[in-house]
């Protein structure tokens, strides 16, 4: 099992940047598919980025792509998503999430078993 705590969102004007962390509990972080996932008011959970355990590949929502980056620190046991030219449309609550294994694709969030609070983004015009 693993607990997930977000961190690092808040009120930025439209341009501007953050960096969000996840610090997960246990020592079985590394072997976990991680995903940001994130939620407006009034709309569906919506996927924006993934890392697997392993290899070098990320995957990422059509309209972050070219201004978030996911990265993984296996060490420090966190996730992160760096955050550029952010826009009003990026507003929502940030989730991250875990799972052990990724049978379908990694924008599903049925794959990841544990979640964190979440961490309220605001960017404003």
């Known amino acids: 099992q693993v607990q997930l705590a977000e961190s690092g969102g808040g009120l930025v004007q439209a341009g501007g940047s953050l960096r969000l962390s996840c610090l997960a509990s246990g020592r079985s972080f590394r072997l976990y598919n991680m995903g940001w996932f994130r939620q407006a008011p009034g709309k569906e959970r919506q996927f924006v980025a993934a890392?697997?355990?392993?290899?070098?590949?990320?995957y990422y929502e059509d309209s972050v792509k070219g201004r978030f980056t996911i990265s993984r620190d296996n060490a420090k046991n966190t996730l992160y998503l760096q955050m550029e030219d952010l826009k009003p449309e990026d507003t929502a609550v940030y989730y991250c999430a875990a799972g052990p294994k990724i049978r379908g694709g990694y924008s599903d969030a049925d794959e990841y078993t544990y979640w964190g609070q979440g961490t309220q983004v605001t960017v404003a015009s």
């Open positions: 890392i697997p355990w392993i290899g070098e590949n990320t």
